[in-house]
């Protein structure tokens, strides 16, 4: 039997390459966004992640017309993947974004956790680690970002992503399930490769972003394995790719780029500041975008 999975926000810039990752391995998706994602066998539910009973009612639902064949209704739902939201500030109004954004979450985490479903993946950011939408030039507090760092985002959009993780524990918390954050580095779909030239050649126009980045397709393998990987709990995972978006060793690169940061531990050649060591340790990734494929580094 194929899983079935209802993904919200996959019409978006990172939906529209997770969903078709998850299909091509075997799961049955269905969308819930406000726009619909054209994507061969995936139907679209036009619902607001900020009503909650659209949400109870999108997480019961068939998946399309031939959920009426068994005329048993809809069939059981293995996982919840919450990619929608506002995803950045300066798009609506701050309290809007965080108004849709945390009580999106809320209510998707609900719906699923009291309809029964016992795996929901949710999309956290790196905007958590306090640098990317901050006020003036912040500094991180130590190198490498990880999972156990002490966020401190000081934006609305920022801050709903870490209210949405404590919203994430206390229902794991409550509830048992397995509720995991994948904290989304800068999201590359694959024409973005053109823009690497200009990172390199300007690296602190990359610091908000801690020099780290997801392939968009490699998003997807994480999003499989975190479905895949049962019996966790509530967990954060850094979803981001292996290396750093420069051309000399990262430790190098800190000592000449932010030489007043604490490196907390040895980093590998080129990891990424913001390291995705638990992710490849616990999940089990194995990148298959490094940059330098699409990139020439001279
Ligand atoms: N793009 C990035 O670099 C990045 C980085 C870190 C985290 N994230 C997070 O990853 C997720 C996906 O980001 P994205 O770049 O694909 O964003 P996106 O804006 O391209 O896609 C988000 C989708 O959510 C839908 N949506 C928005 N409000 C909704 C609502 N009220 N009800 C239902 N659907 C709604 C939109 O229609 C859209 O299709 C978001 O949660 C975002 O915060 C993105």
């Known amino acids: 039997m194929k899983k079935r999975i209802v993904f919200t926000g996959g019409a978006g810039k990172a939906g529209r390459h997770v969903v078709p990752y998850l299909v091509d391995h075997g799961y049955e998706v269905l969308n819930v966004d406000l726009v619909p994602l054209n994507h061969p066998g995936v139907n679209t539910l036009i619902a607001d992640i900020a009503d909650s009973g659209e949400m109870f009612n999108a997480l019961s639902s068939h998946f399309g017309f031939e959920g009426f064949e068994t005329g048993k209704g809809p069939a059981p739902i293995d996982a919840v993947v919450h990619f929608a939201a506002v995803p950045r500030v300066l798009i609506k109004p701050d309290n809007e974004t965080f108004r849709i954004n945390t009580i999106g979450t809320y209510n998707v985490i609900e719906a699923a956790v009291k309809l029964g479903i016992r795996k929901v993946i949710i999309a956290s950011s790196e905007t958590t680690y306090g640098v990317c939408f901050a006020e003036g030039d912040k500094d991180f507090h ?95 995972f850094n979803a981001v790719n292996d290396t750093i978006t420069a051309t000399i060793p990262t430790q190098e690169f800190l000592a000449k780029y932010c030489p007043n940061v604490p490196i907390r531990r040895k980093l590998g050649e080129f990891e990424g500041p913001l390291s995705n060591r638990k992710t490849r340790e616990v999940l089990g990734f194995r990148e298959e975008h490094d940059w330098r494929k699409y990139v020439p580094v001279k």
């Open 142 to 236: 130590q190198f490498p970002l990880e999972e156990d760092y002490d966020i401190d985002p000081m934006d609305s959009y920022g801050l709903s992503k870490l209210v949405n993780e404590k919203t994430a524990r206390a229902f794991a918390m409550r509830t048992g399930a397995d509720i995991y954050a994948l904290r989304i580095g800068n999201v590359i779909e694959p024409h973005e490769y053109d823009r690497f030239p200009a990172f390199l050649a300007d690296p602190m126009s990359r610091k908000r972003n801690a020099w780290s980045y997801i392939d968009a397709r490699d998003l997807g393998q994480i999003v499989d394995l975190a479905i895949r990987k049962d019996g966790l709990g509530f967990q954060v």
